[in-house]
């Protein structure tokens, strides 16, 4: 998959705040991604880095008082962060698929997976009711589901943690959306379901050329599925590149602070690498580079000028290490 090819998602300069009694409080801050059709772009962080978030301003989620105070957003080229709610509404499960971390939040205990598949078929798309159960049973069967047209008139309670998400999963591709918010899919999932899901998200978006943002705190998840990846901190993107430029040449401290600390089943060590300190709160967010009272290679313009994505190599980093530093010949006497 080329990433030169035109995006489906464009963010541009995403800003999101939260008014409260004592000030605004900006919980994304100048957010800038792209997502090409058919490319998976993984989304990682500490908890509390912005991502599910990120992902819930581009899915017009976004719980009050949070609201998008700057910057747009565009699926295939229309502007849509500024649409009124019901036309955002509609893009919402035609245009845009979203698949959560706990399977029973988006399920319905009340209602069989079937009725709960064919209503969101029908809101979307113009079938019979015939017609919308025929593809809720060829959904099922291609997230995985054996025993479809039994298992439809099941209840989610009488599936497994696996195959709920599967049946998430199913509905997120019911009105066969061009966009899937995937926020931490597979967490809740043990390590052998987690490998089919992986599975399975990949073999989607390759055969039906669906583009994902896949929210996660797992490196190993984005190892496995995604293309690009962009490396979230206080709001801000850190970096963004190639998976595997990324994974194995990082170029921010923070990055390289993440991939230092997963443990290596090649040598064994006394004690982990670790990030000292934590993420900042929202009413504490350090001038210049958010990162900098963390991190060990900090210096002069880290404290007091807020760093933008900046060339690193075959990515981008947020980081004053890579300022370009053109040599310009002195002027002549």
């Given at each position: 998959?080329?990433?030169?090819?035109?995006?489906?998602?464009?963010?541009?300069?995403?800003?999101?705040?939260?008014?409260?009694?004592?000030?605004?409080?900006?919980?994304?801050?100048?957010?800038?991604?792209?997502?090409?059709?058919?490319?998976?772009?993984?989304?990682?962080?500490?908890?509390?880095?912005?991502?599910?978030?990120?992902?819930?301003?581009?899915?017009?989620?976004?719980?009050?008082?949070g609201r998008i105070a700057g910057g747009e957003i565009r699926?295939?080229?229309?502007?849509?962060?500024?649409?009124?709610?019901?036309?955002?509404?509609?893009?919402?499960?035609?245009?845009?698929?979203?698949?959560?971390?706990?399977?029973?939040?988006?399920?319905?205990?009340?209602?069989?997976?079937?009725?709960?598949?064919?209503?969101?078929?029908?809101?979307?798309?113009?079938?019979?009711?015939?017609?919308?159960?025929?593809?809720?049973?060829?959904?099922?069967?291609?997230?995985?589901?054996?025993?479809?047209?039994?298992?439809?008139?099941?209840?989610?309670?009488?599936?497994?943690?696996?195959?709920?998400?599967?049946?998430?999963?199913?509905?997120?591709?019911?009105?066969?959306?061009?966009?899937?918010?995937?926020?931490?899919?597979?967490?809740?999932?043990?390590?052998?379901?987690?490998a089919q899901i992986i599975t399975l998200l990949k073999t989607l978006c390759r055969e039906h050329g669906t583009a994902?943002?896949?929210?996660?705190?797992?490196?190993?998840?984005?190892?496995?599925?995604?293309?690009?990846?962009?490396?979230?901190?206080?709001?801000?993107?850190?970096?963004?590149?190639?998976?595997?430029?990324?994974?194995?040449?990082?170029?921010?401290?923070?990055?390289?602070?993440?991939?230092?600390?997963?443990?290596?089943?090649?040598?064994?060590?006394?004690?982990?690498?670790?990030?000292?300190?934590?993420?900042?709160?929202?009413?504490?967010?350090?001038?210049?580079?958010?990162?900098?009272?963390?991190?060990?290679?900090?210096?002069?313009?880290?404290?007091?000028?807020?760093?933008?994505?900046?060339?690193?190599?075959?990515?981008?980093?947020?980081?004053?290490?890579?300022?370009?530093?053109?040599?310009?010949?002195?002027?002549?006497?």
């Amino acid at each position: 998959m080329s990433t030169q090819a035109t995006p489906l998602l464009e963010v541009r300069e995403l800003r999101v705040e939260f008014p409260t009694r004592h000030g605004v409080l900006t919980a994304i801050d100048q957010v800038s991604l792209s997502i090409a059709p058919g490319e998976v772009l993984g989304v990682v962080g500490e908890s509390g880095a912005g991502k599910s978030l990120t992902g819930a301003a581009i899915i017009g989620l976004l719980e009050a008082p949070g609201r998008i105070a700057g910057g747009e957003i565009r699926l295939n080229g229309r502007r849509i962060d500024n649409l009124p709610y019901e036309q955002m509404r509609r893009i919402r499960g035609r245009e845009i698929g979203a698949i959560f971390q706990d399977p029973l939040t988006s399920l319905n205990p009340l209602y069989t997976v079937g009725r709960q598949l064919i209503e969101t078929i029908q809101t979307h798309l113009d079938l019979s009711r015939g017609a919308a159960k025929k593809r809720a049973i060829e959904l099922l069967e291609s997230t995985g589901i054996s025993a479809a047209r039994e298992r439809i008139e099941h209840y989610p309670h009488q599936f497994s943690g696996g195959m709920r998400q599967r049946v998430v999963i199913a509905l997120a591709l019911a009105a066969e959306p061009k966009l899937i918010i995937a926020d931490e899919p597979t967490t809740a999932l043990d390590v052998s379901v987690q490998a089919q899901i992986i599975t399975l998200l990949k073999t989607l978006c390759r055969e039906h050329g669906t583009a994902v943002m896949l929210i996660t705190h797992d490196m190993g998840v984005i190892a496995e599925t995604a293309d690009r990846v962009a490396v979230m901190y206080a709001g801000r993107v850190a970096e963004i590149g190639r998976v595997a430029e990324v994974i194995h040449r990082p170029r921010h401290p923070y990055t390289a602070g993440l991939m230092a600390s997963i443990p290596s089943i090649a040598r064994e060590v006394e004690r982990l690498p670790q990030i000292d300190g934590a993420m900042p709160r929202l009413n504490a967010i350090p001038p210049g580079c958010a990162f900098n009272p963390r991190c060990r290679e900090r210096f002069a313009p880290c404290t007091s000028q807020r760093p933008e994505l900046f060339p690193a190599g075959e990515s981008q980093a947020a980081c004053w290490l890579h300022e370009p530093r053109a040599a310009t010949p002195a002027p002549s006497p």
